[in-house]
Structure formats: structure tokens, C-alpha cells
């Protein structure tokens, strides 16, 4: 057995880290020295995306700067990679923001709100994670209305709340970490909306919302005296029904993904049957990427299991993590859907019992529910006391999850008592926001002149 150190050896060595990057140095932004444009990061990233959906995601990313903040992690990754890093690693959830905090349902069936969207997950230096995050409630507050004093006030909340919780898990015993919950997230008013928000984002919500009954959908009208069944819904452009052979070999990328449960859930799911499938398009990140959706039927009508197959790609930090403390590079030939999905586990309290992956057409796919019982922030909600509610309930979340996949006592030993790594996080997170805000300009004047070639062409077939 490995001799494990104690706690106040990886305390120390924590901090020690501070010869390699000093506290203050986190304040350190680099952008000057891209030796690639933004643009071409973006541009880069899109490839092996569906073609037809990748101007959708431009459009996405140019509505607002935080819009674009979520779809841009390749150039958020690059701009990390150019600096200096404390080389404390942790899983990361790689694209620490706002929105990517949400309610879903445990495999208890309660509610959980924790940290949802793992789709960039790795190993990394902790303060990436930290950074993004505080970086996103800066622009989320601005996107709000809020005034600037407010945003980087958000930004200090949520840094000493992480920076206290994970003193405090420091000093934990392991299990108690493993088992720590936030019980007090009914009372913050931010968070209690999303969770009655997802009371209400049930099976049966989403069976009606995305679903129809056949002959509604110009399917073939069946005997009088059967109940038609229930089809997807067409809603373009996010919605669309699958048949024919790609609906088979989604249905048949079920078979391979039930070996990546664990044995009474695949139990469970051997009890539903697949009905009908759709093509989705979904977040803003993700646009571009396949994303499939199968309507399932268990014990009957009112039963329903929809399950989301969502392409996965290689992390956009994963060029970037060899860099890290002299470690390997971590990109090889892994699964990219078991990659979302043990990083997932590692991080999150609970995580959904449905949690797996798949291959379809040489390409990795991550399985999950699709809305059960999920919910997110509204940018526009994050202002006033409830961005700084907020903000404090990003910070205990994250320390949470680093405390899982990471060490507590390291990373506390970084961080220390005094404030100094808080503010030099807050002044990074402003500056960086100011910088996100000039390349999400960039990309709208980029995106101008692409937009009147779209209307001189469609104004020219008009007139043939």
C-alpha cells in the first residue's frame, strides 16, 4: 500500500507551490502574446461539426458577450496556456460558468442543484476552473444590468466563498467530504426558483412539450379503436425527427452504452422500449456537435424515459494539460463520452442514474435523461442581491467539486487565509471580461459582412 502523506504535509506543499506561481500573479492576463487569432481558435474548433448548424452557433455566440464567453473555452483554454500555472491539478469542470449550475434529479429521485455540464472536462490546474467562473459572473452581471462595482463584487463573494469552504474541507474528515451537501440552497431565492422551476420539468412535461400524437405529425392514422401513439415533434431549427436508418442505429447505440452502467440500472432500463428518435440542437457550446434524443416507454403511456445521445469531442484544454506540473500529455485514444462521464462522477455529489457512453459511426457519444427535472440561472435573474447570493453558491459548489477530485489540503494550503489570491482573481476576471467583450465584438463585425452575402444571395435567387 502507498504511504499517503498527511494533511498538513499537503498543506505545505501547497504552499510551496507559490514559488512556482505566486498568488498575486493570478491577476497576470497574456492575451498580448496570442500568436493565434480568436477567430481562427473559433474556427479551428468547428471542424467535424455538422456544417449546416455551425452558422447557427456563430449567431448563438454573437447575441451577447456572455453568449459568445460560452461557446469560446478554445480561446479561453489557449489564453490560460500562455501563462504560468500553480500545477495543483484537479478534475475541472473545464467550462465553469454561470449557466453550466443547474437543478437535476438524483438517482433517489430528490432534486440536486450542483455543477451539470461536464462536456470539457479534464485534469488541470484548479484556478482555470476558478477563473472561468469568476470571469462568467463579471459578464453575467453586465449581461444583467448590473453596474460594475456589483459584477466585481460578485466575483470577490464567490472567490472567498471557495477559499473558505475548501479551509474547511481541509480539515474534514475524507468521507465527510465526500458526503458534503449544501442544505441551505432552498433558501437562496436564486437558486430555490430553479428548483421549483425543475418540480415542474417532469417526463411527462417533456413527453408533451416534445412529442405528438402520430396523426397529428401526417403519420398514417391507425384503427379507431387504438390510441394513436406518440411521435417527435418537427420545431425547427432545434427539433427534428429521425426515421429510417439513422433512427436505427441510434436505437442499436443503446446496446453498447448499457455496458457502461452499473447492473441494476441496466436492469431498469431493460424495462423501457425505444419509440421514436429525434436530431437535437442544444446549448451554445455544444451547436454544430450530434446530439440524438430517444423516446422511451416503460409500464405503459405514462411512463415515459427520454434519453439524450450527445456527440463528445476531445476537451479544447486538452492540447494545453501536458503543460501541467511536466505530466503527460492526457488527449491518447480515451473514450470521449467516458471522459464526461467519470468526470461528471468525480465532481458531483449524486449524478444521473442514466449516466453512460456510447460509439455510433466511429464517433463518442455521452448518454444522459434529457430534462428530468432540470433547470438553470437566467442571466437577466443575476443582478442585484441575487448575483451576490448566487455568486456565494458558485463558490461553496466549485470548492466542492475540486475538494472531490483534488486535494483539499493542497489546494487550502495554496489559497491561505488572506485575500490575496481572491483579489488577484477578481482583477484577472474584470480584465478578462473586458477582453471577452473586444472579441465578441471582433466576431460580430466578422459575421457582418458573411450576413449581407446571405441576403445578397438569397435576394439574387428571388429574382431567377
Known sequence: MAVMISAQERMTIGQQRRKQMRRIDHATLKVKERKVDALKLLDASMKGRVPALVEMKYQLMAMSPFGYFRGAVPVMAYDFSLGANTGI????????????????????????????????????????????????????????????????????????????????????????????????LRSVSTVGGILRMAERATPMHTLLTLTEREDASGGK?????????????????????????????????????????????KHFLAQYKPLDVAFKVVGTGSVGLRDYCVYMEGNGPRDPLFLQIKEEVASGYA???????????????????????????????????????T???????????????????QVEDLKGAGLMEYA??????????????????????????????DDAVVAFAVAYANQTEADWEELVRWLKPSAKKAKKKTA?????
Open 319 to 357: 492540447p494545453y494539460v501536458g503543460r501541467v506540473d511536466g505530466g503527460p500529455n492526457r488527449r491518447g485514444n480515451f473514450h470521449q463520452g467516458r471522459r464526461v462521464v467519470e468526470g461528471s462522477r468525480a465532481m458531483q455529489l449524486q449524478s444521473d442514474p442514466f449516466l453512460g457512453w
Open 392 to 421: 456565494e453558491v458558485c463558490g461553496e459548489l466549485l470548492a466542492r467539486g475540486h475538494a472531490r477530485s483534488g486535494d483539499a489540503a493542497m489546494l487550502a494550503g495554496y489559497l491561505g487565509t488572506s485575500a490575496r489570491f
Open 89 to 184: 491539478v484537479s478534475q475541472l469542470c473545464g467550462d465553469a460558468h454561470v449557466r453550466n449550475l443547474g437543478a437535476f434529479a438524483g438517482p433517489d429521485g430528490r432534486l440536486e442543484f450542483d455543477i451539470n455540464d461536464f462536456d470539457e472536462t479534464i485534469a488541470g490546474p484548479f484556478e482555470w476552473d476558478v477563473k472561468r467562473m469568476a470571469t462568467s459572473l463579471v459578464l453575467a452581471g453586465h449581461g444583467a444590468g448590473a453596474k460594475n462595482v456589483d459584477c466585481r463584487e460578485a466575483a470577490t463573494v464567490f472567490l472567498e466563498k471557495y477559499r473558505m469552504t475548501m479551509l474547511t474541507f481541509a480539515r474534514m474528515p475524507v468521507l465527510e467530504v465526500a458526503r458534503f451537501k449544501v442544505h441551505r
Open 460 to 464: 439574387s435567387k428571388k429574382r431567377r
Open 221 to 265: 392514422k391507425r384503427k379507431t379503436e387504438e390510441k394513436p401513439a406518440r411521435v417527435f415533434r418537427t420545431i425547427p431549427p432545434n427539433l427534428k425527427r429521425v426515421t429510417g436508418a439513422m433512427a436505427e442505429k441510434v436505437v442499436g447505440s443503446l446496446k453498447p452504452y448499457e455496458d457502461s452502467l452499473l447492473r441494476e440500472r
Open 359 to 377: 460509439t455510433m459511426e466511429g464517433r463518442d457519444y455521452l448518454v444522459r435523461q434529457l430534462n428530468d427535472h432540470k433547470a438553470s440561472i
